[in-house]
């Protein structure tokens, strides 16, 4: 038993949460909200773990700057992103999910733990563009409950596409519940962001 697997199985028995799953896809974008606190990073984490699934999760570059935890969070699986330039990690991300059997890339669309207007676009974009399926991880305070359920394929429209979501993740409340941000994106309401999201995808 890998030691990932004892710490997961460790927790979950001892846990007030009950960790909802079903079979992923070989090759998914899992998203995963409500993210209001680095405990939801923690709990996805453990379920990951629990299954024995390899998964790689995008983290702010600036975390690499804490002593110790920086070095941990890239061992088991983190990605820097540096959101103030462009670094072609979307292009890299579609990349590997090409070239590799298995891929799980694992992304907080909120990009934040504070209440935002929107959702980042990201997890959509590497979505369209590698076609694979946007896999509904979830954390919810009021039943005490994360895992995952459900996955959907994007098609491109974009209102129709988070329509979706946004019924998927209707009530749910993270850890700390007035962090939420609601599943919706500046392209639904910005012409040119929209342009930007589904520039060179062949729908």
Same mark, same amino acid.
């Given at each position: 038993?890998?030691?990932?697997?004892?710490?997961?199985?460790? +927790?979950? @028995? %001892?846990? @007030?949460?009950? *960790?909802?799953? !079903?079979?992923?896809?070989?090759?998914?974008?899992?998203?995963?909200?409500?993210?209001?606190?680095?405990?939801?990073?923690?709990?996805?984490?453990?379920? %990951?773990?629990?299954?024995? @699934?390899?998964?790689?999760? /995008?983290? #702010?570059?600036? *975390?690499? #700057?804490?002593?110790?935890?920086?070095?941990? %969070?890239?061992?088991?699986?983190?990605?820097?992103?540096?959101?103030?330039?462009?670094?072609?990690?979307?292009?890299?991300?579609?990349?590997?999910?090409?070239?590799?059997?298995? *891929?799980?890339?694992?992304?907080?669309? !909120?990009?934040?733990?504070? #209440? #935002?207007? =929107?959702?980042?676009?990201? %997890? +959509?974009?590497?979505?369209?563009?590698?076609?694979?399926?946007?896999?509904?991880? *979830?954390?919810?305070?009021?039943?005490?409950? +994360?895992?995952?359920?459900?996955?959907?394929?994007?098609?491109?429209?974009? !209102?129709?596409?988070?329509? @979706? /979501?946004?019924?998927? =993740?209707?009530?749910?409340?993270? +850890?700390?519940?007035?962090?939420?941000?609601?599943?919706? /994106?500046?392209?639904?309401?910005?012409?040119?962001?929209? !342009?930007?999201?589904?520039?060179?995808?062949? /729908?």
């Amino acid at each position: 038993m890998k030691i990932t697997h004892a710490i997961a199985s460790t +927790y979950m @028995r %001892f846990s @007030r949460w009950t *960790f909802v799953h !079903e079979e992923i896809p070989q090759k998914a974008v899992v998203i995963g909200a409500p993210h209001t606190s680095n405990w939801d990073g923690f709990l996805m984490a453990m379920a %990951f773990w629990k299954v024995g @699934r390899p998964f790689k999760f /995008l983290m #702010k570059d600036n *975390f690499l #700057k804490v002593p110790v935890l920086g070095r941990l %969070f890239v061992a088991i699986g983190g990605i820097a992103t540096n959101r103030r330039e462009h670094t072609g990690l979307v292009g890299s991300m579609v990349h590997a999910a090409e070239t590799q059997d298995t *891929f799980t890339l694992i992304i907080a669309p !909120e990009g934040t733990r504070s #209440k #935002k207007d =929107y959702w980042k676009s990201g %997890f +959509y974009r590497i979505a369209l563009e590698t076609g694979l399926p946007v896999q509904l991880g *979830f954390i919810d305070r009021r039943n005490k409950t +994360y895992g995952w359920r459900g996955h959907i394929w994007l098609t491109g429209d974009v !209102e129709a596409d988070m329509d @979706r /979501l946004r019924a998927f =993740y209707d009530g749910m409340q993270g +850890y700390h519940p007035g962090n939420g941000t609601v599943a919706r /994106l500046r392209a639904e309401d910005d012409p040119a962001a929209r !342009e930007w999201l589904l520039e060179g995808i062949d /729908l």
